[in-house]
Structure formats: structure tokens, C-alpha cells
């Protein structure tokens, strides 16, 4: 399905949520004390997941991205100019990263020099 990790985090969250507010309903199923333990596991691991992506959203900076959009469907390339921050530079000179690149061999001269500031 080309789902994200993200995006399965997203899912999972969402699934653990509906189990917890369903716990009325769990109720009926398992009654009311392996219901409590239930929902006391969905919680505690809830709190794992979302712990876990908020670290993943937090590292959206500028670079991840860039990064991000490089791996699409349909991009050719991204060309950064000379007054990037060090995280796109870093981004613009990493060989791991083809579809990303300074705009010409003299901006990636001034990235490169830019490098160790």
C-alpha cells in the first residue's frame, strides 16, 4: 500500500484509541475486570505509540522534509541554493541523497565551505 512509518504509527494510534473508547462495549465481551485490564494495557501502550510519533513529527525539520519530498512519486530533483540552513545543505551534499543537490557547482562550493559554521 506504500504506507509511511508514520502513517502506520497513525493507524495503530487510531485502532488503540477506538479499543479504548470502546471499553463499554469490551465490557459485554470480557466483562468488567479483564475489561479494566484491557484498557489499562491500550492505555500504557498508547502512550508508547504517541510518545513515538510525536519524536517522529518533532524530526520534521526543514532537512527531513526535503528529504521526505525527494522520495515521492514523480520528483526529479530539488536544488537548494546557497542560503540554506545547515540541515538542508547537509541534505544538498549527501551523496546518499541523488535527487538532491545544490543549484550549481559554485553554490555547493559556498555549501561546502558553509559546512563546518
Known amino acids: 500500500m506504500g504506507l509511511?512509518?508514520?502513517q502506520w504509527f497513525q493507524i495503530v494510534s487510531g485502532i488503540n484509541g477506538g479499543?479504548?473508547?470502546g471499553a463499554a462495549l469490551l465490557q459485554t465481551l470480557?466483562?468488567?475486570?479483564?475489561?479494566?485490564?484491557?484498557?489499562?494495557v491500550l492505555g500504557i501502550i498508547g502512550i508508547i505509540i504517541n510518545s513515538i510519533g510525536t519524536a517522529l513529527s518533532g524530526a520534521d525539520s526543514p532537512a527531513t522534509q526535503i528529504?521526505?519530498?525527494?522520495a515521492l512519486p514523480?520528483?526529479?530533483?530539488?536544488?537548494v541554493n546557497a542560503s540554506a540552513t545547515n540541515g538542508?545543505?547537509?541534505a544538498a551534499l549527501d551523496p546518499q541523497q541523488p535527487k538532491?543537490?545544490?543549484?550549481?557547482?559554485?553554490?555547493?562550493?559556498?555549501l561546502l565551505a558553509n559546512k563546518g559554521t
Open 30 to 40: 470480557f466483562g468488567q475486570d479483564t475489561t479494566l485490564k484491557i484498557v489499562a
Open 4 to 6: 509511511t512509518s508514520k
Open 74 to 79: 514523480g520528483v526529479q530533483e530539488i536544488r
Open 67 to 70: 528529504k521526505n519530498t525527494a
Open 88 to 90: 538542508v545543505a547537509a
Open 100 to 110: 538532491i543537490g545544490a543549484i550549481n557547482p559554485e553554490t555547493r562550493a559556498v
Open 19 to 21: 479499543l479504548i473508547t
